[in-house]
């Protein structure tokens, strides 16, 4: 599988550094240069991917709301 186009802007490359498998859903960290991104993707998911730790992996973030909270 290739992509040829996608409209998602926040792309991170990176390797998968681990996987937490739930019967359901599991957690995805995705080791990038800008540091450690988290998923939470079906079990099916992982499983018709072929997702296995060293996996190259693109991470898209696309979010229909950001919220800023002031610290």
């Known amino acids: 599988m290739s992509i040829a186009a996608i409209n998602a802007r926040n792309q991170f490359r990176g390797r998968i550094k681990e996987i ?14 800008a540091g ?13 991917l072929e997702l296995g730790l060293g996996s190259e992996v ?14």
């Not at 693109?58 to 002031?70: D, G, Q, R």
């Open 36 to 48: 450690i991104i988290t998923a939470v993707i079906t079990t099916r998911s992982i499983k018709d």
């Open 20 to 33: 937490i498998h739930g019967p359901v859903v599991s957690e995805v960290d995705v080791e990038t240069p």
């Open 58 to 71: 693109l991470a898209l973030v696309k979010a229909t709301e950001v919220s800023i909270a002031k610290l």
